[in-house]
């Protein structure tokens, strides 16, 4: 019995953590490619639905890069043969960004990413050096170890939002908000 409360309790503190930013317009932030190519969000996205995966630590970045593979055959990835015309019109993008003394390894992590990550996914990655305090709030980053997801809606506003490793109930989720 003590289990099942600890479940639910983290179960409803993750809603609920999620919930409160559901509505909000997404916050102004500057990104850029690995070619150093600026995209301003959500600026940039308006007129079609964006999924966005931010993480702002180390830690949380085996949890931002499990949701990579899955994303990619569902939202990136362009379909052959009799599902061609089912694919989904969504921008997407993973974030880290960099903060603080970690706003230097920019450079390198950029680097990093051109030698390790898919060149088909690569285009999908942006980065954010500058100050967190602003995102923290207006998108209750409370959570430092874990990377944080929302869909926005064609105006930029925040129509969906859950964090942590990818899951597939989380995907589904991600889904039905975009259908």
């Known amino acids: 019995m003590k289990k ?27 990104a850029e490619t690995v070619e150093d190519k600026k995209i301003n969000l959500p600026q940039d996205t308006k007129g079609k639905y964006t999924l966005l995966g931010l993480a702002y630590s180390k830690k949380s970045e085996d949890d931002l890069n499990s949701w990579f593979q899955p994303v990619f055959e569902k939202y990136i990835q362009k379909t052959k ?45 942006l980065f954010y050096k500058g100050e967190l305090k602003t995102y923290k709030e207006s998108l209750e980053f409370d959570k430092k170890d874990v990377p944080y997801f929302f869909v926005l809606d064609p105006a930029g506003k925040i129509v969906h939002a859950t964090l942590g490793k990818y899951s597939e109930d989380k995907m589904d989720e991600i889904e039905n908000v975009i259908e």
């Open 81 to 125: 043969g009799l599902m061609s015309g089912f694919g989904y019109d969504v921008n997407v993008y993973f974030i880290p960004m960099f903060t603080g003394i970690n706003a230097a390894a920019t450079g390198t992590a950029k680097r990093k990413a051109l030698k390790n990550i898919d060149p088909q996914l690569l285009p999908y990655v």
């Open 4 to 30: 099942l409360m600890v479940l639910t309790f983290g179960i409803f503190l993750s809603l609920s953590t999620t919930a409160q930013v559901t509505g909000k317009m997404f916050p102004v932030m500057e």
